[in-house]
T-cell receptor, first 111, second 114 residues
């Protein structure tokens, strides 16, 4: 079992819809959780960080964390074609320490 | 300000050659990380520096891989006697030491071993 699991996709949604991306992790000592977006051939770009249970909203993005279920999700509202990318979930025991990444979920937003 | 800078962006080497990859972190960032990303996979941790001290090198796949950060700023990842399985994108990330400050990545070096 991988430490961080994501569905590889592709997840295909129509423009304007809500995209829901999910991630589970195995290390109960994880304290910091991140979502990175990666366009093809580019480096990972941080879009959300979350450290406590519940929801955190930033613009069209909402991150949700449930430590009891060891589950992190990312919701993208009003999806745009420019959101089409691979979304990487990453966890860490400490935000200043190494990240453990999932393999990423490829999101495709259809115009 | 300037982000994390990596060079070269692309490197092609023949099997058995040595290569050196450079990372210039964001100014003032104490922590520096190297990751390896294979095609279709997420980045995998290689090694971690806090200033010039290499605190964790548990992810380095073999003793052919060596990293240094002698003055606590620029870092170099060296791969000796390269093998085809070393072909990947090598990403460098830096962050402040403060809790709650996430890592920011450079554009990476795409290494191809022929």
């Amino acid at each position: 079992q991988k430490e961080v699991e994501q569905n590889s996709g592709p997840l295909s949604v129509p423009e304007g819809a809500i995209a829901s991306l999910n991630c589970t992790y195995s290390d109960r000592g994880s304290q910091s959780f991140f979502w990175y977006r990666q366009y093809s051939g580019k480096s990972p770009e941080l879009i959300m960080s979350i450290y406590s249970n519940g929801d955190k909203e930033d613009g069209r993005f909402t991150a949700q964390l449930n430590k009891a279920s060891q589950y992190v999700s990312l919701l993208i509202r009003d999806s745009q074609p420019s959101d089409s990318a691979t979304y990487l979930c990453a966890v860490s025991r400490d935000s200043s320490y190494k990240l453990i990444f999932g393999s990423g979920t490829r999101l495709l937003v259809r115009p | 300000g300037a982000g994390v800078s990596q060079s070269p962006r692309y490197k092609v080497a023949k099997r058995g050659q040595d290569v050196a990859l450079r990372c210039d972190p964001i100014s003032g960032h104490v922590s520096l990380f190297w990751y390896q990303q294979a095609l279709g996979q997420g980045p995998e941790f290689l090694t971690y520096f806090q200033n010039e001290a290499q605190l964790d090198k548990s992810g380095l796949p073999s003793d052919r891989f060596f990293a240094e950060r002698p003055e606590g700023s620029v870092s170099t990842l060296k791969i000796q006697r390269t093998q085809q399985e070393d072909s990947a994108v090598y990403l460098c990330a830096s962050s402040p030491l403060d809790r709650g400050k996430p890592q920011h990545f450079g554009d990476g070096t795409r290494l191809s071993i022929l």
